[in-house]
Antibody, heavy 121, light 112 residues
Framework: QVQLQESGPGLVKSSGTLSLTCSVS????????WDWIRRPPGKGLEWIGS???????KYNPSLEGRVTISLDTSGNQFSLKLNSVTAADTAIYYC???????????????WGQGTLVTVSS | QSGLTQPPSVSGAPGQGVTISCTGS?????????VHWYQQVPGTAPKLLIH???NRPSGVPDRFSGSKSGASASLAITGLQAEDEADYYC????????????FGGGTRLTVL
């Protein structure tokens, strides 16, 4: 079955860029949406954005302008970049496979194990 | 801030049942979008519990059930077990602000 694994630096300096990669094994990118979600310490889950297998993206309005999600289908990976980070961006970041078909019907399954990214001053 | 409202916490004794509510608006649940539920045990990644309002993925016990009415949805858990102690989140789609996927604030279930 499909498995996802996040990778990237666990510590990023304030005002810098957070960069994470999600490696996908056991399945194809075709027809699916691929998303990033985060959970700040002591808070709930927050949707960051998604990319469709043809490269179309959509982002959380609260992060738009700072976030970019890209796809590398040949490498079976997709990536997240978040610019101008602050302490508020400290969180566990998860990559997930969302659904097929209408984006408005998407649910998230499976999830990567998550990776903690801390923004330091 | 989330457009979906959940109670911060619920609790119940082993063997009892609890219900977790998820209240939305006419731009999300009330607009007819499906609601999905996730369970996050501390220290682990979230896990899909219910999709499409009422559907349980393979492997999820039938003690978990979902429902939806109007602009609200609910997750019911019967026969509480210690392993059910976790955070629970509802999720749907919101058609405001060019459309986005949204989560509820989460509910911590404590098994007494």
């Amino acid at each position: 079955q499909v498995q996802l694994q996040e990778s990237g630096p666990g510590l990023v300096k304030s005002s810098g860029t957070l960069s994470l990669t999600c490696s996908v094994s056991g399945g194809s990118f075709r027809d699916y949406y691929w998303d990033w979600i985060r959970r700040p310490p002591g808070k709930g889950l927050e949707w960051i954005g998604s990319i469709y297998h043809i490269g179309r993206t959509k982002y959380n309005p609260s992060l738009e302008g700072r976030v970019t999600i890209s796809l590398d289908t040949s490498g079976n990976q997709f990536s997240l970049k978040l610019n101008s980070v602050t302490a508020a961006d400290t969180a566990i970041y998860y990559c997930v496979r969302a659904g097929t078909g209408a984006e408005s019907r998407n649910w998230f399954d499976p999830w990567g194990q998550g990776t903690l990214v801390t923004v330091s001053s | 801030q989330s457009g979906l409202t959940q109670p911060p916490s619920v609790s119940g004794a082993p063997g009892q049942g609890v219900t977790i509510s998820c209240t939305g608006s006419n731009t999300n649940i009330g607009a007819g979008y499906d609601v999905h539920w996730y369970q996050q045990v501390p220290g682990t990644a979230p896990k899909l519990l219910i999709h499409g309002n009422t559907n349980r993925p393979s492997g999820v016990p039938d003690r978990f059930s979902g429902s939806k009415s109007g602009a609200s949805a609910s997750l019911a858990i019967t026969g509480l077990q210690a392993e059910d102690e976790a955070d629970y989140y509802c999720q749907t789609y919101d058609n405001s602000l060019r459309g986005s996927k949204v989560f509820g604030g989460g509910t911590r279930l404590t098994v007494l």
